[in-house]
């Protein structure tokens, strides 16, 4: 997420970063504990000058992963965290707030080292469950295993959609691959859309991204579930379970910017189709990379057979949009989706 309001060279302004603080809340309904920590955060001038201290943005994102990275059961502040202290988690209360600032203080150095070294890079796994029937849509029609490609691929875990089971209420859907560690994503098919039998058969799995998450690195995957929000215990323990997958499948990660590493990935693939997606990555590409990714396509598709599924936000839509098509200019959408997953929708 993006703190648009947020202005490094306002940071010593401490009624500046009040306001920023306020705005952020805005974006973290779902998360009550955040909502009301931040809420107090921005009446606190001791508060407001740490997050004040973060070099990067969005700060509270930062400085609330920094402290889950850190917390553990010991701590009393765990009390109010549902992922440490399950259901007997307290709601937010003034205790929450001062057993927070006191955490925060207390580590203040190492959560402003961390907040300013470190980046807001999730990866959302769910997201596999809604793009699924339009990868399958496309493999289907070439009857042959895909090169699959994921363009901002962070740790990879969408590249594994073949060995996730799914549940979209109406179908369920097997892993045609199995790892030892099993994990079923549900997708409520609110669309009626015709679901597949299975995964596409998969050839190879690469990942380009700009600052691929070593799904091996303790420290990064640890990194990855501090992100996730407190209440969010179901996409932790998912997380949880994709990084186990992923750890136990062959992935080529590349790093670099995908505008340039797309078509270099393309010549060294084996012969075959080549089906591309990706999903909340788009927004973060300028024009001149989001027209040579499409040229990149376009010159692939002069090669071999390659389709593109994307899974992108829209300006003033509450969700994401899944498109097919080669470019930007000739996509289609074809779906609704929740931001995570949770469900696939006609547009409306
Ligand atoms: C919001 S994350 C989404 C990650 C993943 N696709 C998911 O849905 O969970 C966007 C990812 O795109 C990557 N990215 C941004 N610009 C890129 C570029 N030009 N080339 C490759 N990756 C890029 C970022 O590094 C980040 O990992």
Redesign the pocket.
């Known amino acids: 997420m993006d703190s648009p309001a947020w202005r490094a060279d306002n940071r010593a302004d401490l009624d500046q970063v009040a306001r920023s603080v306020t705005t952020w809340i805005e974006s973290a309904l779902d998360s009550p504990l955040y909502a009301f920590l931040a809420s107090r955060i921005s009446q606190d001038p001791q508060m407001l000058a740490l997050v004040g201290a973060i070099d990067n943005a969005p700060p509270l994102n930062l400085l609330f992963a920094g402290v889950q990275l850190r917390l553990n059961t010991a701590d009393p502040l765990a009390a109010w965290y549902p992922h440490l202290a399950g259901a007997d988690a307290r709601p937010p209360d003034a205790d929450a707030y001062a057993a927070f600032s006191a955490y925060a203080l207390d580590h203040a150095a190492e959560l402003i080292e961390m907040g300013s070294t470190r980046r807001t890079?999730?990866?959302?796994?769910g997201?596999s469950a809604a793009i699924l029937p339009w990868l399958v849509e496309a493999a289907d029609a070439w009857g042959a295993p895909v090169h699959l490609v994921?363009?901002?691929?962070?740790a990879g875990?969408?590249l594994c959609l073949d060995r996730f089971d799914y549940d979209y209420g109406d179908k369920t859907v097997s892993a045609i691959n199995p790892s030892a560690t099993r994990l079923t994503l549900q997708c409520e098919n609110r669309g009626g859309f015709a679901l597949p039998d299975s995964a596409p058969a998969i050839a190879t799995r690469t990942g380009?991204?700009?600052?691929p998450?070593d799904a091996m690195d303790a420290d990064a995957t640890a990194w990855l579930e501090a992100l996730v929000w407190p209440e969010h215990t179901d996409r932790l323990e998912r997380l949880r379970a994709a990084l186990a997958i992923r750890r136990d499948t062959d992935v080529r990660m590349v790093a670099?910017?995908?505008?340039v590493?797309l078509l270099e990935t393309e010549a060294n693939l084996p012969p075959g189709p080549m089906l591309v997606f990706?999903?909340?990555?788009a927004y973060?590409?300028a024009a001149t990379?989001r027209d040579a990714i499409d040229a990149s396509l376009a010159e692939v598709a002069t090669r071999r057979p390659v389709a593109r599924v994307a899974m992108e936000p829209v300006r003033g839509a509450g969700y994401l949009y899944l498109y097919t098509g080669l470019s930007y200019a000739t996509a289609q959408v074809r779906a609704g989706a929740h931001a995570h997953g949770r469900w696939i929708d006609n547009v409306a």
């Not at 994921?150 to 962070?154: E, F, N, Q, Y």
């Not at 380009?208 to 600052?211: E, F, G, P, Q, T």
């Not at 990706?278 to 990555?281: D, F, L, R, S």
């Open positions: 890079q999730t990866n959302e796994v997201r994921d363009i901002g691929a962070s875990l969408n380009l991204d700009l600052a998450i670099g910017d995908a505008a590493s990706h999903t909340v990555m973060q590409l990379q």
